[in-house]
């Protein structure tokens, strides 16, 4: 199976309520990252004012796993079998082949071919989508629509918030352009879904 990169500061779809069995829907944050309370406020971008939150970012665990979030797309399955599911990818090709990333499923990717995790990484490129991130941060410059920022330096041009995050793609995630991978679904940690206040019941 394939994965992609992107992070366009929309609102994600399993925010939205009624869409699995889950606690709650995936938290969205407002332009100044307050987390909003109200899951039926309108995306950002789509001239409402719900965003994907800084805190989405991706991040090492060591130097062979990370966490992080993603949009999902498995063929023969729906949003509500994977709205905050989370998956073990397996890395198979690409230098960081071998290394493991636990994702949650915030996001379903209506965009996406079959079987593919699109994987939410700040300055990995807008996507379709891209009236999100500059009606979040006022202006953003992160790099090519599809791809994002080609260095790490590029990381710096994005708003604070969101740099670390950035930073992930060329450190333990090692410029990787979009490696397969394999994959398994497993239990949530409790590091993903204290972020994304979203389990499934």
Known sequence: MRTTRYWDCCKPSCAWSGKAPVGSPVRTCDASQNPLSDPDVKSGCDGGTAFTCANNSPWAVDD??????????????NEEAWCCQCYELTFTSTSISGKKMIVQATNTGGDLGSNHFDILIPGGGLGAFTAGCPAQYGSWNGGATYGGVSSRQECDNLPSAVREGCYFRFDWFEAADNPSVTWSAVTCPSELTSISGCSRQ
């Open 64 to 77: 062979n796993t990370a966490y992080g979030f993603a949009a999902v797309a498995i063929s023969g399955s």
